[in-house]
């Protein structure tokens, strides 16, 4: 593709498809700089483990839906970061969060537990199940039961706790503690315009799993930054569709864009200039520091996010998304199958089989630290990230 060619694409997403379509066989790779290590203990301590979450979870915008899921007039329950909180979308179309306790005697206003995932329910207003107490989408009190007993006590002050949230690229992002508002355009550091450009905003929700594993939440992220595995982990599933190992990467801030490369890159081929061309020769992979990626397969996304119960463990939450003109009822069945086959055999029975192996092999002892190659450079710098979020030489995007 000449400089001069119109394309649809964000300039970095486009220097990127030049670099893929530049491949050939017998390219060089992309790799890092220099090889490095992890301890271990960064997967296993109970200190480190919360001051990720002080640091971390605690202070960057989270994912926390798609857009999709959360339709004015609704209300959408999120536990995933350790505390109860509820998204909502009232009729002026604004994304808003807030604890999901009650400002009377502290009862969830929605329900969250329970056996399948949680999903957007419809209300016109968020009712407290234990007394009746009653408010708003945006959080203001709006009807107290016997509102005359509680003389002395100021209502105004007992609207619902409001966390900062915002939107952006079709993703509802927000942050677990109080605070100044920020801008989830600018947490992206430049990936909204290349989510934009794929059409992210516009999927729809086929399907969705909610699941607790036994293995750090890192090391089922280290699985999806690198493709040095692809060829021997996924050998009999999607390593013959998949050329070994090549990847090409895009840093915005502390995120990450990849096109990892299919055979047909090596094949002849007219330069992509739409989503279904470029998913043909490659799956585009956008990793969101620190937890969120999204996975863009020839004709879905998985969005898939990893939080930390414990030291021990991760919370794996898997949304499918599907193009809007394939939401119709005849297409469940394609979509069915398709899920199962990436979320019950590549996603559980290879990636997440292997952190929980991992997980367990931790506690022998064998290794304190696990070395890192010049082709799991990304891996290493999602742990350097880490590292300088908990130091607090690195901070989320400056509010708006």
């Known amino acids: 593709m000449s400089p001069t ?14 670099r893929l379509d530049s491949l050939q066989p017998g390219s060089p790779r992309e790799v890092g700089a220099a090889t490095g290590s992890v301890p271990t203990a960064h997967y296993t301590d109970p200190a480190h483990w919360q001051r990720e979450q002080d640091a971390v979870f605690g202070q960057w915008p989270i994912v926390a839906a798609h857009s999709a899921e959360l ?3 609704s209300a959408l329950p999120f536990d995933a970061l350790g505390v109860p909180i509820v998204l909502t979308r009232g009729s002026d179309g604004q994304a808003r969060a807030f604890y ?9 206003l929605v329900a969250c537990a329970g056996p399948e995932p949680a999903q957007a329910v419809p209300c016109k207003a968020l009712v407290c199940p234990y007394h009746g107490w009653t408010y708003e989408l945006d959080g203001r009190l709006r009807h107290r039961l016997h509102a005359e007993t509680f003389d002395g006590i100021d209502p105004s002050k007992l609207n619902l706790v409001e966390l900062p949230c915002d939107e952006a690229a079709g993703l509802v992002f927000i942050r677990r503690t109080p605070g100044p508002a920020f801008s989830a355009r600018g947490a992206l550091h430049g990936l909204g315009d290349h989510l934009d450009a794929l059409g992210l905003a516009g999927m729809k929700v086929f399907r969705k799993v909610d699941q607790v594993h036994a293995a750090n939440w890192k090391l089922t992220a280290d699985a999806f930054l690198e493709g040095y595995h692809i060829r021997v982990l996924h050998r009999d599933t999607i390593y013959p569709f998949f050329a070994d190992a090549y990847t090409v990467n895009w840093r915005g801030g502390p995120h990450l864009d990849s096109l990892v490369a299919r055979r047909a890159a090596f094949e002849p081929h007219e330069t992509p200039h739409d989503r279904a061309a470029l998913c ?6 956008q990793f969101l520091f620190p937890n969120t990626f999204l996975i863009w397969h020839p004709d879905y996304v998985s969005l898939i996010g990893m939080t930390s119960p414990s030291p021990g463990t991760v919370r794996w939450v898997h949304t499918m998304l599907i193009p809007p003109d394939r939401a119709g009822p005849d297409w469940a069945p394609h979509w069915e199958k398709t899920f199962r086959l990436i979320e019950q055999t ?7 089989a292997t952190a929980v192996a991992t997980q367990r092999g931790f506690g022998s002892g064998a290794n304190t630290v696990l070395h890192t190659g010049l082709l799991e ?19 989320p995007a400056a509010n708006p």
């Open 346 to 352: 590549v996603f559980q029975k290879e990636d997440i």
């Open 5 to 18: 060619d119109p394309t649809p694409w964000p300039r970095p997403l486009a220097e990127m498809i030049q």
């Open 280 to 285: 043909r020769l490659s799956t585009p992979t």
């Open 377 to 395: 450079h990304e891996l290493l710098r999602f742990h350097e990230n880490i590292d300088a979020a908990i130091a607090g030489t690195l901070q």
């Open 100 to 108: 999901n306790v009650c400002r009377h005697r502290g009862m969830a």
């Open 71 to 73: 339709q004015p007039g």
